[in-house]
């Protein structure tokens, strides 16, 4: 029984879709923050993904936060410093 449920986890897990779990607006821009790894190979001291979208382009990125401070790298080179309180917590439907 127990390695059926193993199994059913393990499954699940497989198929799950990182959701949002914050987001901030400034204008066109919008920066969304995961709760996933992040998936820029280059960066290591930042452990969470985060996205950029501005103008129809999305740029992949990798976020911590510290201080009362969110920052982000992103794969264009650009880097980010957000306020925590720039953000709005995303809630599931």
């Not at 950029?52 to 982000?72: L, P, T």
Request: net charge negative; aromatic share 10%; hydrophobic share 50%.
């Amino acid at each position: 029984m127990r390695s059926l449920l193993a199994v059913l986890l393990l499954a699940c897990s497989l198929f799950a879709n990182a959701e949002p779990r914050a987001v901030a607006t400034n204008g066109a821009s919008i920066i969304t923050l995961y709760d996933e790894p992040c998936v820029v190979k280059a960066v290591t001291n930042l452990p969470h993904r985060a996205t950029w979208d501005e103008n129809g382009k999305r740029f992949e990125g990798c976020f911590d936060a510290a201080y009362g401070v969110v920052a982000a790298y992103f794969d264009d080179g650009s880097v980010v410093l957000v306020p925590i309180q720039g953000f709005v917590e995303v809630k599931a439907l």
